[in-house]
């Protein structure tokens, strides 16, 4: 079964409009997430680090005042795309590390989120 | 930084045939993964090398790692239109524990 949901699947939201999109652990506690985007035929990008109780850690050239990611419980990461804007227009990935099974950590992905600003 | 390449970015290969899929990377690990993407969806998990010499194979696929190469290899084996998608490797970094991914290649099997 999933390990991680992602919500929601799909939004169309209007320029200058706010969104959230939420990961959520099912199985595990997420002491660490990760944000990741894709643009069409590209490969995926790391965007962010989420860590749960403190600050992420964005990844160079990704604005934290745009990209707001927060992590206040051991189970839900949200990532709001401020005043999104039609670039702003992606699929977004999250993915949770697991640590355990005798390693450092195995990754999970969600569902993703397909954002088109119109 | 970490960096990773995948070739060729497109592979348009006749079914029944063979081909290799390569993943170069620039710094050390010994944490590769291999995933398939179809349109419009997220990532499905193929394959977790985690050693030196590790070799993993499930149906046409296999996986290999050469850590000291920093290379690994995915092998197709007699192809069917079913494998068409989009491959990615990504390595995990050894201190972060970020995954970087490569470029991806859009396989493309036809009859």
């Known amino acids: 079964g999933a390990v991680v949901s992602q919500h929601p699947s799909w939004v169309i939201c209007k320029s200058g409009t706010s969104v959230k999109i939420e990961c959520r652990s099912l199985?595990?506690?997420?002491?660490?997430m990760f944000w990741y985007r894709q643009f069409p035929k590209q490969s995926l990008m790391l965007m962010a680090t989420?860590?749960?109780?403190?600050?992420?850690?964005?990844e160079q050239g990704v604005e934290k005042d745009k990209f707001l990611i927060n992590h206040a419980s051991l189970t839900l990461s949200t990532l709001t795309v401020t005043s999104a804007h039609p670039e702003d227009s992606s699929f977004y990935i999250c993915?949770?590390?697991?640590?355990?099974?005798?390693?450092?950590?195995?990754?999970?992905f969600g569902e993703g989120s397909r954002l088109t600003v119109l | 930084e970490l960096k990773v390449e995948q070739n060729p970015l497109f592979l348009s290969m006749q079914e029944g045939k063979n081909y290799t899929i390569y993943c170069n990377y620039s710094t050390t690990s010994d944490r590769l993964y291999w995933y398939r993407q179809d349109p419009g969806k997220s990532l499905e998990s193929l394959f977790v090398?985690?050693?030196?010499?590790a070799v993993k194979q499930e149906g046409r696929l296999m996986a290999s790692l050469d850590t000291k190469a920093r290379l690994s290899t995915l092998h197709i084996t007699a192809a069917v239109h079913d494998l068409s998608a989009t491959y990615f490797c990504?390595?995990?970094?050894?201190?972060?524990?970020?995954?970087?991914f490569g470029t991806g290649t859009r396989l493309q099997v036809f009859p």
């Open positions: 993915s949770l590390l697991v640590a355990h099974r005798g390693y450092t950590g195995e990754l999970f």
């Open positions: 090398l985690l050693s030196n010499g």
């Open positions: 199985d595990f506690q997420a002491t660490t």
């Open positions: 990504a390595v995990q970094s050894y201190n972060t524990d970020k995954l970087i």
């Open positions: 989420s860590n749960e109780g403190s600050k992420a850690t964005y």
